[in-house]
């Protein structure tokens, strides 16, 4: 413990305060020794970011219960199936840095309810770097984070409704081989569609 405590430049009194919270993890024991590594350091560097940050240890406490209480990325990918998009991996604290002031317990279950986040042993798993871009690139134009993912929430269940469109559509009409290979005439379908949809919005009145 002392050891750790000098490596996160923190006091020993301040480490247990932390393991009596729940912040981070219990050591492996042998016998009376306390083993601590490298996952717990990384922890705490973590904390010290997101308090700097203007993160209360509440609102800490509560997003690392919201994590651990998260799906691991093998549910939320599915083993060996096949995406094009790229999912990236993040610490806490990186996805502190994209949304400020806006990752609350209350966003980060909404993302990970949604699919977005999982989480993979310390690290967080973004399913998807555009989509994290676009929803960093909304908020920084003053949508508000919740706002986002509502909208989100929404544009899943449109996209759900479109893939089976297009699914049923090549399935009854190619070989089951060439439904991977023809999925880019899919995307191509709605993003024109899309595209005129918000011309006429946008010469609609507001």
Excluded: C
Aim: glycine share 6%.
């Amino acid at each position: 413990m002392d050891e750790l405590a000098a490596a996160a430049g923190i006091t020993v009194r301040t480490l247990r305060f932390y393991r009596e919270r729940g912040l981070i993890a219990p050591p492996r024991r042998e016998g009376r020794i306390a083993w601590y590594d490298d996952h717990h350091l990384a922890k705490l560097r973590t904390i010290a970011a997101l308090l700097e940050r203007g993160h209360t240890l509440n609102g800490i406490a509560d997003l690392n219960t919201a994590f651990e209480s998260g799906k691991d990325v093998s549910e939320v990918l599915g083993l060996g199936e096949p995406t094009e998009e790229e999912p990236i991996r993040l610490t806490p604290q990186e996805l502190a840095d994209y949304f400020a002031g806006e990752v609350t317990p209350e966003n980060l279950l909404a993302a990970l309810d949604l699919g977005y986040l999982a989480t993979d042993g310390d690290a967080i798993v973004h399913i998807s770097r555009r989509l994290l871009d676009v929803s960093a690139a909304l908020v920084k134009e003053g949508v508000p984070l919740s706002a986002v993912l509502e909208a989100g929430r929404a544009v899943r269940a449109h996209a759900d409704a479109l893939a089976g469109l297009f699914t049923d559509l090549l399935r009854e009409h190619t070989d089951e081989k060439d439904v991977q290979r023809l999925r880019p005439l899919a995307k191509s379908v709605v993003e024109a569609e899309l595209s005129m949809a918000m011309d006429r919005r946008l010469r609609e009145p507001s």
